[in-house]
């Protein structure tokens, strides 16, 4: 059996790759950040088209183009919660660092994350769903049968886990 001073040593070292290792999610959300630069560019684009067709759309149009914009305006939306629990990963706040043996992972309720990522892409689906219906004349139906029962299961997925959550939270 090693001594203490063999086992302070090493619980120093694993607590010190698991802090470093944390590092390893910055280029991820670097990554994201350009997604975020990509969506925002992408949402100016999609406004200035909708302005400059403006005189010549008719009601469906123009929700249509809103539509567009809201569903722009949910992917930066999800990619921002992802960002900031990634972000909160390697960066930790003034509360945890008090803590020696916290790194981070305390901090980011991902219980809250995983029910608002759930919530934005059902949004982001609905929009879409939204989309296909206000034409659903040139729309293939098959496709919005599929896109009603991929958006329930998204809705079903939210309930059970906001359910789980609240019996675990029930439970301690």
Same mark, same amino acid.
């Given at each position: &059996?090693?001594?203490?001073?063999?086992?302070?040593? %090493?619980?120093?070292?694993? @607590?010190?790759?698991?802090?470093?290792?944390? @590092?390893?999610?910055?280029?991820?959300? !670097?990554?994201?950040?350009?997604?975020?630069?990509?969506?925002?560019?992408?949402?100016?684009?999609?406004?200035?088209? /909708?302005?400059?067709?403006?005189?010549?759309?008719?009601? *469906?149009?123009?929700?249509?183009?809103?539509? +567009?914009?809201?569903?722009? $305006?949910?992917?930066? #939306?999800?990619? $921002?919660?992802?960002? /900031?629990?990634?972000?909160?990963?390697?960066?930790?706040?003034?509360?945890?660092?008090?803590?020696?043996?916290?790194?981070? !992972?305390?901090?980011?309720?991902?219980?809250?994350? +995983?029910?608002?990522?759930?919530?934005?892409?059902? /949004?982001?689906?609905?929009?879409?769903?939204?989309?296909?219906?206000? #034409?659903?004349?040139?729309?293939? +139906?098959?496709?919005?049968? @599929?896109?009603?029962?991929?958006?329930?299961? %998204?809705? $079903?997925?939210?309930? !059970? !886990?906001?359910? &789980?959550?609240?019996? *675990?939270?029930?439970?301690?």
């Amino acid at each position: &059996m090693p001594n203490t001073g063999e086992q302070d040593r %090493f619980h120093i070292i694993r @607590w010190s790759l698991l802090r470093g290792s944390r @590092w390893a999610m910055a280029p991820f959300c !670097l990554g994201l950040m350009v997604a975020l630069l990509l969506v925002l560019a992408q949402f100016f684009r999609e406004l200035a088209h /909708a302005i400059a067709e403006f005189g010549g759309m008719v009601g *469906s149009d123009v929700i249509l183009a809103v539509l +567009k914009l809201a569903d722009l $305006v949910f992917v930066a #939306n999800l990619l $921002v919660l992802i960002i /900031a629990a990634g972000v909160e990963l390697f960066i930790p706040r003034a509360s945890d660092v008090a803590h020696e043996d916290s790194f981070g !992972l305390s901090s980011v309720e991902f219980s809250i994350l +995983k029910l608002r990522v759930v919530a934005s892409i059902t /949004a982001i689906a609905t929009i879409d769903l939204l989309e296909d219906f206000i #034409n659903i004349d040139q729309t293939d +139906k098959t496709g919005v049968l @599929w896109q009603i029962a991929i958006l329930l299961t %998204f809705v $079903v997925s939210g309930v !059970l !886990l906001a359910l &789980m959550d609240r019996l *675990s939270t029930i439970r301690h």
